[in-house]
């Protein structure tokens, strides 16, 4: 039997190891993706090994995951449960694949993780793998051994030697790190009435003690992907870490979130999403200048249902697909700059140009336009309203009644055209 798991150095996945050789007396060949977690790589291969692995394949899929999956989730505009940026979920299909790839290199027959019963992860994986690889079989550790708590792993590891430096055994808080995001979960945040003491933050300064003097910032965007901060283009991977730098400074993209996992419990985490509110804060008033309001409708209707599609793990679907093609149409003319205000916690814009603008100030404006006659608006309102009309003829209210409110509008419009 030959195992590839999901592997990431800490306490559970150096268990794993270990525990896969004992229970089911496997080879295990370790995989690690570097989508922008402290440290990447460095060192896991070495711990991996130690732990009893065969083999250590250690991947770069930070382009793969900025450019093949965030910016894809950012041009539909997906969030879940009102504030959550989906930083942990979109990760996941990325890694996922990546794992399925080697399975089928190395020639291994078994897939394994090292997520809880509890999580959301848990299903995020294994979607994945029964997208595309439906024929390996998945153990997951958490939901077979009697490990129950991380007393008991540090128990285990330590009965059997294996070694731990690295390892946070005073660990307080749940922690998954990307380039999108940091979220902080468990811990005393399981009350929802606890406030997060300052310490806990990793990325942003707190708002108080943000710089006093605002910083601006110019985003450019082409076809609804960010590709430009101040003028500078940059690659995805590059322009994320510059925005995430930025944001954290002054105090931008903290959130305290009560969300609704997909297994069916409520559970609390705190996020850090620096860069990534910036970009869902400029995109959404460039869209306003270059979308009409029945694109726009329609843009948010879907992106609901892409943030619970990649919520729930079914990224390698059709839906995803059909959904994605559909977010390409609707973006072909957001293109365009967005300047921002960074102050103490808040990003607000200030201005917005596009070429592809909607916006036209001759039909704005409050003066007179020879583009538009105020007395068209009276047709305009009596078939606009013809069905309120009709429900009050049907209700018996007095035409005479209707008539005088009729021409009152239009002796009211008849004075703006004047």
Same mark, same amino acid.
């Given at each position: 039997? #030959?195992?590839?798991?999901?592997?990431?150095?800490?306490?559970?996945?150096?268990?794993?190891?270990?525990?896969?050789?004992?229970?089911?007396?496997?080879?295990?060949?370790?995989?690690?993706?570097?989508?922008?977690?402290?440290?990447?790589?460095?060192?896991?291969?070495? #711990?991996?090994?130690?732990?009893?692995?065969?083999?250590?394949?250690?991947?770069?899929?930070?382009?793969?995951?900025?450019?093949?999956?965030?910016?894809?989730?950012?041009?539909?505009?997906?969030?879940?449960?009102?504030?959550?940026?989906?930083?942990?979920?979109?990760?996941?299909?990325?890694?996922?694949?990546?794992?399925?790839?080697? /399975?089928?290199?190395?020639?291994?027959?078994?897939?394994?993780?090292?997520?809880?019963?509890?999580?959301?992860?848990?299903?995020?994986? *294994?979607?994945?793998?029964?997208?595309?690889?439906?024929?390996?079989?998945?153990?997951?550790?958490?939901?077979?051994?009697?490990?129950?708590?991380?007393?008991?792993?540090?128990?285990?590891?330590? =009965?059997?030697?294996?070694? !731990? *430096?690295?390892?946070? *055994? $005073?660990?307080?808080?749940?922690?998954?790190?990307?380039?999108?995001?940091?979220?902080?979960?468990?811990?005393?945040?399981?009350?929802? =009435?606890?406030?997060?003491?300052?310490?806990?933050?990793?990325?942003?300064?707190?708002?108080?003690?943000?710089?006093?003097?605002?910083?601006?910032?110019?985003?450019?965007?082409?076809?609804?992907?960010?590709?430009?901060?101040?003028?500078?283009?940059?690659?995805?991977?590059?322009?994320?870490?510059?925005?995430?730098?930025?944001?954290?400074?002054?105090?931008?993209?903290?959130?305290?979130?009560?969300?609704?996992?997909?297994?069916?419990?409520?559970?609390?985490?705190?996020?850090?999403?620096?860069?990534?509110?910036?970009?869902?804060?400029?995109?959404?008033?460039? *869209?306003?200048?270059?979308?009409?309001?029945?694109?726009? =409708? !329609?843009?948010?209707?879907?992106?609901?249902?892409?943030?619970?599609?990649?919520?729930?793990?079914?990224?390698?679907?059709?839906?995803?697909?059909?959904?994605? $093609?559909?977010?390409?149409?609707?973006?072909?003319?957001?293109?365009?700059?967005?300047?921002? #205000?960074?102050?103490?916690?808040?990003?607000?814009?200030?201005?917005?140009?596009?070429?592809?603008?909607?916006?036209?100030?001759?039909?704005?404006?409050?003066?007179?336009?020879?583009?538009?006659?105020?007395?068209?608006?009276?047709?305009?309102?009596? !078939?606009?309203?013809?069905?309120?009309?009709? /429900? =009050?003829?049907?209700?018996?209210?007095?035409?005479?009644?209707?008539?005088?409110?009729?021409?009152?509008?239009?002796?009211?419009?008849? $004075?703006?055209?004047?």
């Amino acid at each position: 039997m #030959k195992v590839v798991l999901g592997y990431s150095g800490g306490l559970d996945t150096s268990v794993i190891v270990p525990w896969l050789k004992e229970t089911y007396g496997a080879e295990v060949v370790c995989m690690a993706g570097d989508v922008g977690q402290p440290g990447g790589l460095e060192g896991l291969e070495r #711990k991996a090994l130690a732990t009893g692995a065969v083999e250590f394949r250690g991947e770069d899929l930070r382009r793969e995951f900025v450019e093949g999956v965030v910016w894809p989730t950012l041009k539909i505009g997906a969030i879940y449960g009102r504030k959550y940026l989906l930083g942990t979920a979109m990760a996941r299909p990325v890694l996922a694949r990546r794992q399925v790839e080697i /399975a089928r290199e190395v020639g291994a027959d078994v897939l394994a993780h090292g997520c809880t019963g509890k999580g959301n992860d848990q299903v995020r994986f *294994e979607l994945t793998f029964a997208a595309l690889a439906p024929d390996l079989k998945v153990v997951a550790p958490w939901r077979e051994w009697d490990i129950r708590s991380r007393e008991d792993a540090l128990a285990y590891a330590r =009965a059997r030697g294996i070694p !731990l *430096e690295g390892v946070d *055994e $005073a660990k307080l808080y749940s922690r998954d790190e990307n380039l999108w995001h940091i979220s902080h979960e468990g811990g005393p945040l399981e009350d929802p =009435a606890f406030e997060p003491e300052e310490d806990m933050f990793r990325w942003t300064v707190s708002p108080e003690w943000a710089p006093d003097v605002p910083e601006y910032l110019e985003l450019r965007f082409e076809r609804g992907i960010p590709v430009a901060v101040n003028g500078e283009e940059m690659d995805g991977v590059t322009l994320l870490t510059t925005l995430n730098a930025l944001g954290s400074r002054h105090g931008v993209g903290r959130a305290d979130i009560v969300e609704d996992r997909l297994v069916g419990m409520k559970s609390r985490g705190v996020y850090e999403t620096p860069g990534g509110t910036l970009l869902y804060t400029a995109i959404r008033e460039l *869209e306003a200048l270059t979308l009409d309001r029945r694109s726009m =409708a !329609l843009k948010d209707q879907m992106a609901q249902r892409y943030a619970d599609m990649l919520y729930e793990g079914r990224w390698w679907t059709p839906e995803r697909e059909a959904l994605d $093609a559909l977010a390409d149409v609707l973006s072909q003319d957001v293109t365009g700059t967005v300047k921002l #205000k960074l102050f103490k916690g808040s990003a607000w814009v200030t201005s917005r140009t596009s070429p592809r603008s909607l916006y036209r100030q001759d039909l704005a404006s409050f003066g007179h336009a020879a583009t538009y006659d105020h007395a068209d608006a009276a047709g305009f309102i009596r !078939l606009f309203g013809l069905p309120i009309r009709a /429900a =009050a003829g049907r209700d018996g209210i007095d035409a005479s009644g209707q008539q005088a409110v009729s021409e009152l509008l239009r002796e009211l419009l008849e $004075a703006g055209a004047r």
